[in-house]
């Protein structure tokens, strides 16, 4: 079982509630993944008003863990703000916390992102910070008091799957006990197997199943694929070779050649 | 046979139209002091379904396909059948594939096509979708005809009603009153958009213009005399208030997007709607006893309150002739009939 912060959850796959078309079909999807962990992303003009509850309690009765985030924030104190107002609203010391370096293509601002989760620690927070591949980031973040990591593995929205493969496996080494969530860039289901095989603990996407012609059937996709790959890191993968190798002895066979 | 109709918004208006069609008596209690109602008054105007289908169940699209004909013919001349053009800046081309991959209607073009529909578009995109069976009305002239056509050919209206304006002595109650509901109506929830008037004469466009974004998808409609609706933000709440700098911004920078020129159009207006929606995003009907609520159009009001409208007026009529004393009750108890998914008759109670 993987455990985030001491909560102990069985599903790998953390999925996003935005941009579906329709609150139903977002439980559709939901249901259909057997997900455990949710991200909400909290508007401040969502919050407080009537709508913004019947929206929140559709998400409430879904039945699973609610993990708000900070989507849409640019600044330490935007952020910082945004996740007080989701710890009252979800009654949750968790946060997603992303702060965005550039509008245009959602990359995080790191260094603001370091100083933010230094302070939502400090206040209690239980802190998964949406990064970047960088090690030292990294380092940065655990110092800060994260227990958890969520390094992207391509921009957000792109569907472009691990477009770096070595810096995801070099941080697998270099925090082989922190739980690793990619987060971001994912397209498609074999993606998600990759970034399992790679070891990596779970995977958190929205837009590849929110924007399916069919979310909840593509949510089921996903959750296979995230299993799959999650066995077959445990049972140990083949390395790949230069040559072939046959799969039955050749010794005491005839040779014609 | 006497009914009254709560709210002037298209959804109220439709249902008055189809009534009084079937010589039903009918009357309108609006707390406005004019008709257009709320969400109405805000809408882009867009009889589009096909573009809606990338996005929306296929109901959407059986029931809004017909809705320029039933505009066409109760409002001859408000019409406008031009299509709808679909277009996406260079590096966002993929959402036009994944576009037209969740619908159907539409062809695609080039950037000769392009400029030959839309001749200031010019060289600023390589390909579009075309719908071409689409239509657009401009929302606020529509509802005003419409208002001044029913009230030509009988029906009452009462403006500036109490909220509680007396239903005594009708036989029939239909509550029409869009986002007013939320918080008493189940399931009912609001999705604020925010909108912008532009005027500018230094581009012109002669039908709906979608550009795709990953994020921000918007549409611009040309609403004649140099005027441009730019619309619409999603956004889950049912806060009516003026709109935020980040939707304006998000707005401005998407009408920029599609033509530089718009920099120096003017802000004539902004305004807020709260479309009222259910968890599916589909509109429904809901009976009971002599009370009918009509509701869940989110941002498909023009598209599909005349069909709405048709339904419940032929339910109401259809009662007439010797349902009366059904009775229909339990709001929870919904069933769904399988061939109308929006119609949702609570027939399970006991009849009288």
């Known amino acids: 079982m993987l455990e985030l912060y001491g909560i102990s959850v069985a599903s790998r796959l953390l999925l996003g509630t935005a941009r579906y078309p329709s609150p139903a079909i977002l439980s559709e999807a939901v249901r259909a993944s057997r997900t455990d962990i949710v991200t909400v992303s909290l508007r401040r003009e969502t919050a407080g008003s009537r709508t913004g509850s019947v929206f929140f309690e559709l998400i409430r009765t879904l039945g699973v863990k609610v993990l708000p985030n900070t989507a849409g924030c640019h600044t330490v104190s935007e952020a910082v703000l945004t996740a007080k107002m989701a710890r009252d609203v979800f009654a949750t010391d968790w946060i997603k916390l992303e702060v965005i370096g550039n509008h245009d293509t959602l990359q995080p601002d790191v260094f603001a992102l370091v100083e933010a989760a230094r302070i939502l620690n400090g206040e209690g927070f239980k802190v998964f910070p949406y990064t970047t591949d960088d090690l030292v980031v990294a380092e940065r973040l655990m110092e800060a008091g994260c227990q958890v990591l969520m390094p992207w593995c391509a921009p957000i929205g792109s569907a472009m799957g691990p477009i770096n493969l070595p810096a995801l496996r070099s941080m697998r080494a270099h925090f082989p006990d922190v739980p690793l969530i990619v987060d971001a860039g994912i397209g498609r289901p074999s993606h998600a197997a990759i970034v399992m095989e790679l070891g990596f603990d779970a995977v958190l996407l929205n837009t590849a199943v929110a924007g399916a012609a069919d979310p909840a059937a593509m949510a089921a996709a996903f959750t296979g694929a995230i299993e799959a790959g999650r066995v077959a890191f445990q049972a140990g993968l083949l390395e790949p070779r230069d040559m072939a190798v046959p799969s039955t002895p050749v010794i005491g066979k005839a040779v014609f050649s | 046979m006497r009914v009254l109709i709560r709210g002037a918004g298209v959804a109220g208006l439709t249902l008055a139209h189809e009534l009084q069609a079937k010589s039903v008596d009918v009357e309108i209690a609006e ?29 959407v699209l059986a029931l809004g396909c017909t809705a320029a004909d039933w505009w066409d013919a109760a409002l001859p001349g408000h019409v406008i059948r031009k299509g709808t053009l679909v277009v996406a800046p260079p590096r966002d081309t993929v959402e036009l594939t994944r576009f037209a991959a969740r619908t159907c209607g539409c062809d695609w073009l080039d950037a000769g096509d392009i400029t030959a529909l839309e001749p200031d578009l010019a060289g600023r995109f390589r390909k579009a979708l075309f719908f071409r069976e689409e239509a657009h009305l401009d929302p606020r002239r529509a509802i005003t005809a419409l208002h001044d056509k029913l009230r030509a050919i009988g029906v009452r209206f009462h403006f500036e009603a109490a909220p509680d304006y007396s239903d ?3 036989d029939r109650v ?15 929830r609001g999705v604020r958009g925010e909108m912008l008037m532009l005027e500018t004469s230094d581009v012109s466009l002669s039908r709906p213009v979608r550009l795709l974004h990953p994020r921000i998808p918007l549409y611009i409609v040309p609403r004649g005399d140099r005027r441009f609706m730019v619309g619409a933000t999603m956004i889950e709440t049912d806060d009516p208030g003026p709109i935020s700098a980040r939707s304006l911004m998000e707005l401005l920078n998407a009408a920029y997007a599609l033509h530089p020129a718009f920099c120096e159009a003017r802000v004539i207006e902004t305004g807020t709607g709260v479309r009222p929606a259910y968890t599916d995003n589909l509109p429904r009907f809901e009976i009971d006893g002599r009370t009918i609520r009509v509701n869940g159009f989110y941002r498909h009001g023009f598209l599909l309150a005349p069909s709405i409208a048709g339904d419940v007026a032929a339910h ?4 007439l002739r010797g349902d009366i004393g059904q009775m229909f009750v339990g709001v929870e108890a919904k069933l769904r009939s399988p061939e109308r998914a929006h119609v949702i008759p609570l027939q399970t109670g006991a009849n009288r």
């Open chain 2, 174 to 188: 239909v509550d029409c009153t869009g986002a007013n509901a939320i918080g008493q109506a189940a399931d009912l």
């Open chain 2, 168 to 170: 005594e002595g009708f």
């Open chain 2, 316 to 319: 109401v009529t259809s009662d």
């Open chain 2, 31 to 59: 707390t406005a002091a004019r008709a257009g109602g709320r969400a109405s008054w805000f809408a882009g105007g867009m009889l589009a379904p096909w573009c809606e289908r990338e996005s929306a169940p296929d109901t």
